[in-house]
Each structure stands twice: as C-alpha cells, then as structure tokens.
Nanobody, 122 residues
C-alpha cells in the first residue's frame, strides 16, 4: 500500500522560511508527478506546486511564484517544498500528492499524505 509521509510543518513568522518534506513508500511501479496542495479553513483545496518526475518540469500557483520552490529528493522517492518569505495567507494545511502507476500499463492513481499544518504569525 502506498503511503506518503509529510514533515516540516509548523509555526513560522511572516517573512520567514519553512521547508516541507514528503516521502513515498509502498508498492508503486512508477511515479508520474508529485506535488503540494493546501487547504485553508473554509476554502477549497488548491494546487500549490507540482513536479514532473519524468522531465523535472515544475509549476506553481501564481501566489507563490518566486517564493516557493519544489524539488526532488535525491535518494528516496520524495519532494520538498521550500517556502520563503511566507505570508499570512499561506497559512493552511499542506497535503502531499503523488500520481503513480501500480503496474506497467495501469491507470494513473492518486495518493495523499495526511496533511501538515502551516501557521503564520504576523
């Protein structure tokens, strides 16, 4: 069974930095992409950043461009999200997502982490 374990969330002062990490384990054949979503109270979950595991391309939602960086973990199957110049409206629960296949010709499946909270103090 595929599992995503997140770490690194917590309290950060506005203008500060935080680094989230996500590591995948379990039975998967290949990973197409990994990314970070966030959901603030009363709001819909939104895609923050994504990384293609096939060609390394990245994408970001406009509000975090120039401040957040998603990168691949070198040894294990995972990603990091470096959050710089954090703003109050970045506060949310952050969820790691993985799009993967469990066999060669299988459909693309989704796995989710349990979420890690990011709180921003002003």
């Amino acid at each position: 069974q595929v599992q995503l374990v997140e770490s690194g969330g917590g309290l950060v002062q506005a203008g500060g930095s935080l680094r989230l990490s996500c590591r995948a384990s379990g039975g998967f054949y290949s990973i197409a992409a990994m990314g970070w979503y966030r959901q603030a109270p009363g709001k819909q979950r939104e895609l923050v950043a994504s990384l293609s595991m096939t060609d390394g391309s990245t994408s970001y939602t406009d509000s975090v461009k120039g401040r957040f960086t998603i990168s691949r973990e070198n040894i294990k199957h995972g990603v990091h999200l470096q959050m710089n110049n954090v703003k109050p409206n970045d506060a949310a629960d952050y969820y790691c997502n993985m799009k993967y296949r469990d066999r060669l010709w299988g459909a693309t499946l989704d796995a989710w982490g349990q979420g890690t909270p990011v709180t921003v103090s002003e």
